[in-house]
């Protein structure tokens, strides 16, 4: 299959051709600033799985045909991770600007009728929905997710029950411009409501942007995931983990270990590296699954044993 987009091609490329993909970078905890490196390469880097990566900027550009060849690569708990950022972006930044700016517009006209009321009826309406929805994934699908990543399935939720219930929620966007744009009269001034109907299209579009990587990568991925999980319950021989695909540490890392053993904050690692605190985070996330370590100590025997330090660098009093 041709890709759009493959893990050589400088992520300084790769952006500048699909500007949208900007926002991956964030629900990746991928920073800005990644010179002429190569996708893996800035991918590495940050501890992101580079097959997931690829997933999504290659489903954002070229759509739903791009799923299929990706639904046995991708990392579950990185799509997890990715997943679980867009909700925060969308409940906690996008949504409240749009209401604000949308307030602000209608505010400003001194339309003495019912009809902004209702407008910001309906908005307010339409949030509760999408963060009903998301705050129930992130309760509810999540979790049955990581589960199953630890092999133990559920004997009264499946991710085709998800499926089934996975509401279509850019809808009442549509609705919503619709009826600003054929029955809101605004004042001398369009500006303001031109600028929050813009924002509803965008916001339109990322949110069926959002449910279609749910629909065609997520849930197939989590699919492949069941029934590995199945099988390896009805076997007497235990089944690889299907997410562990690589517990080698990259060299950035390698890098995170050695100053978390040394006795450094997450601020202080940000600041050491260069990168955010976010960054730091996803890392240390990223090498407690790798090395199934989440305990200092435990992290300073390995940094001990790898290499990574020297005896003499650590306090273990």
């Known amino acids: 299959m041709n890709l759009f987009f493959s893990e050589t091609d400088k992520m300084c490329q790769v952006i500048s051709e699909e500007y949208h993909l900007l926002q991956l970078m964030s629900r990746f905890g991928i920073s800005l600033g990644f010179g002429e490196r190569t996708v893996r390469e800035v991918c590495e880097e940050h501890g992101v799985d580079v097959a997931t990566f690829l ?46 700016k949308l307030l602000s517009a209608i505010a400003f006209d001194n339309d003495t009728t019912q009809v902004p009321i209702l407008i910001m009826k309906f908005f307010d309406e339409f949030y509760g929905e999408v963060r009903n929805h998301m705050q129930s994934e992130n309760r509810r699908t999540f979790p049955y997710v990581e589960a199953l990543l630890e092999g133990r399935l559920s004997e009264t939720y499946n991710i085709s029950m998800y499926s089934r ?23 001398k001034d369009t500006q303001r409501l031109s600028s929050a109907l813009f924002d509803i299209f965008n916001c339109e579009s990322e949110l069926h942007v959002h449910n279609a990587i749910e629909d065609y990568l997520f849930v197939p991925a989590v699919k492949l995931l069941e029934e590995c999980v199945r099988t390896q319950t009805h076997s007497d021989t235990p089944a690889p983990d299907p997410e562990r695909r690589d517990d080698t540490l990259s ?37 407690a699954r790798k090395l199934a370590i989440r305990s200092v100590s435990g992290l300073t025997i390995y940094a001990i044993v790898n290499g990574i330090v020297n005896i003499d660098e650590i306090d273990l009093k």
């Open 251 to 287: 060299e950035r890392e390698k890098e995170i270990v050695g100053c978390v053993v040394r006795g450094m904050s997450n601020k202080e690692i940000a600041e050491k590296l260069f990168i955010s605190v976010n960054t730091v985070l996803t890392h240390r996330k990223n090498i």
């Open 55 to 100: 997933a999504v900027a290659n489903f954002i550009k070229g759509g739903e045909h791009t799923a299929a060849y990706f639904i046995d690569k991708v990392s579950v708990r990185a799509l997890i991770s990715y997943l679980e950022q867009a909700h925060a972006y969308f409940l906690d930044f996008q949504l409240p600007e749009m209401r604000r």
């Open 165 to 187: 219930n996975h509401d279509a929620i850019d809808k009442r966007l549509q609705e919503l411009k619709n009826i600003i744009i054929k029955y809101y009269k605004s004042g």
